[in-house]
């Protein structure tokens, strides 16, 4: 082995200046801290093992040092907040679903604003009840349709002023809205026929009157519906739609208003 002239042994850059500089580099960037390349580690290993069997002494031999793997951020969950708010928003939704019916269909409100021309009263239930094949089932469906309508007490506003042959007088009931136009008003009566029938009476300005009534196995698919004319020549039509549980009316000419019925009672 060499040595130097104080007896030391002799390292195998001592005397070679880019072999020196060379090792600084390596050692640099393997120990650096630095990302470490394979290359790198290969090269210093073989220089500093080429003459002297083993590492400086301060700087041992390099490791194998396997390339950085990056570890992939840690998966964040969903936020639980996203999907309660699909669900209030549904939530929110049935909600007013529910609210419209119940304000189209309130009791009156003698303070209550003027309806819309068109509108539609009845029922605050919704009834799915479906259409049976058979005349049996489709008049059991319609009286389980119907039965909301006459459920509550027959009082001195549910008998119309005008009654028609066949209709069971006991049986009418005043739907709780009121059409005023400038040639009349007219009020409207469920009711039911002599034979079960399911039945619709109006009548404008106390004076003219007009029914109409749907067999019982009929009804449920059909309705119930009625148009009679004003005096000066407007009408209003009547379509008493069982299966969603209303009662809609439509006055015409367009420019006929609905006014509330102050809870049912005939206005002053």
Known sequence: MARDVAGHPAHPDDGDTSGAR??????????????????????????????AGSSEPGHPAPLDVAPAVQEPPPER?????????????????AALVGAGVATSLAVGDPAGEPLAT??????????????????????AAAEALGAQYFAQPQSAVDRPTILFAGIDGSSTRRVLAQ???????????????????????????????ASSC???????????????GTPRGGSVSAVWDLRAGLLEMTPSPAGATVVSSGAGRPKP
């Open 77 to 93: 969950p969903r936020p639980a907040r996203s999907w309660f708010a699909g669900a209030t928003v549904a939530v929110v939704l």
């Open 214 to 228: 749907t067999p019982r196995s009929e009804v449920a698919a059909s309705g119930v519906r009625l148009v009679i």
């Open 179 to 209: 059409w005023g136009s400038a040639d009349g008003e007219a009020s409207v009566w469920v009711a039911r026929g002599e034979d079960r029938s399911f039945c619709l009476v109006m009548v404008v300005q106390g004076t003219r009157a």
């Open 118 to 139: 068109r509108a539609r009263v009845g029922s605050s239930l919704s009834p799915a009840v479906p259409v049976a094949s058979s005349s049996a089932e489709a008049a």
């Open 22 to 51: 060379r090792r600084r580099d390596l050692e640099a960037r393997v120990y650096g801290g630095g990302s470490v390349d394979a290359s790198d580690v290969a090269a210093l290993r073989a220089l500093l093992g080429a003459g």
